[in-house]
């Protein structure tokens, strides 16, 4: 009797180790995920500003809501984005640069869909990680030079180099990410118009 006892505690014991383990596995994978959204709205709210600089200016409230008298006429684009956002497109390029860092080790396998239902990454991106890598790094390229062009004051590069981060970013999502009618709604209002300024530059 007591055999089977000390035979019933191990068989309930072994048994809970797997299910505690995922549990551990999927809630490690959840926080990887709120992590990584919270990362890419940073991203976006920063490029989303940078789109600016390929478009005339025709704000007249600052960040804060306070008015404020904008003269594209007599002033830089760098200049007008400082006194509409109250920070500096460099600013901006550099944190990105460092966000794309940071979030580069936020795919781990226990970050996928089947973990946490709430991310709209593909599968994809865990069963072809080399592909995804190539697009995250041209992302990467990108964005230095963007951070290049902006700690230059080369104000054309900096612009060709906006383009092509937003490029770099929408050819992953349209690959990587699920995107939702929402989703086209805010990401296309921010780039409204922008893709026209873009092509005239000759991206």
Same mark, same amino acid.
């Given at each position: 009797? *007591?055999?089977?006892?000390?035979? #019933? =505690?191990?068989?309930?014991? @072994? +048994?809970? !180790?797997?299910? %505690?383990?995922?549990?551990?596995?999927?809630?490690?994978?959840?926080?990887?995920?709120?992590?990584?959204?919270?990362?890419?709205?940073?991203?976006?709210? *920063?490029?989303?500003?940078?789109? #600016? =600089?390929?478009?005339?200016? @025709? +704000?007249? !409230?600052?960040? %804060?809501?306070?008015?404020?008298?904008?003269?594209?006429?007599?002033?830089?684009?760098?200049?007008?984005?400082?006194?509409?956002?109250?920070?500096?497109?460099?600013?901006?390029?550099?944190?990105?640069?460092?966000?794309?860092?940071?979030?580069?080790?936020?795919?781990?396998?226990?970050?996928?869909?089947?973990?946490?239902?709430?991310?709209?990454?593909?599968?994809?991106?865990?069963?072809?990680?080399?592909?995804?890598?190539?697009?995250?790094?041209?992302?990467?390229?990108?964005?230095?030079?963007?951070?290049?062009?902006?700690?230059?004051?080369?104000?054309?590069?900096?612009?060709?180099?906006?383009?092509?981060?937003?490029?770099?970013?929408?050819?992953?999502?349209?690959?990587?990410?699920?995107?939702?009618?929402?989703?086209?709604?805010?990401?296309?209002?921010?780039?409204?118009?922008?893709?026209?300024?873009?092509?005239?530059?000759?991206?």
């Amino acid at each position: 009797m *007591r055999y089977l006892c000390s035979l #019933a =505690l191990v068989l309930a014991f @072994t +048994a809970t !180790v797997p299910v %505690t383990a995922t549990a551990q596995t999927a809630d490690a994978g959840g926080e990887e995920i709120d992590l990584r959204r919270e990362t890419m709205a940073a991203m976006w709210q *920063r490029l989303d500003r940078l789109s #600016a =600089l390929i478009t005339e200016s @025709t +704000a007249d !409230v600052s960040a %804060t809501g306070e008015q404020i008298i904008v003269q594209p006429d007599r002033m830089t684009p760098t200049e007008v984005y400082a006194l509409v956002h109250g920070t500096e497109p460099s600013t901006d390029a550099r944190d990105i640069s460092d966000l794309l860092e940071h979030v580069r080790t936020l795919w781990s396998p226990g970050s996928n869909r089947g973990w946490h239902g709430s991310t709209r990454a593909e599968p994809v991106i865990w069963v072809l990680p080399a592909v995804f890598q190539r697009y995250f790094d041209d992302t990467i390229v990108a964005s230095d030079a963007l951070v290049a062009a902006l700690s230059g004051d080369d104000g054309p590069a900096a612009q060709r180099a906006v383009c092509d981060l937003s490029k770099t970013c929408g050819r992953c999502h349209a690959i990587f990410r699920r995107v939702t009618h929402g989703d086209l709604k805010v990401e296309g209002n921010g780039w409204t118009g922008n893709y026209a300024a873009c092509r005239a530059l000759g991206n």
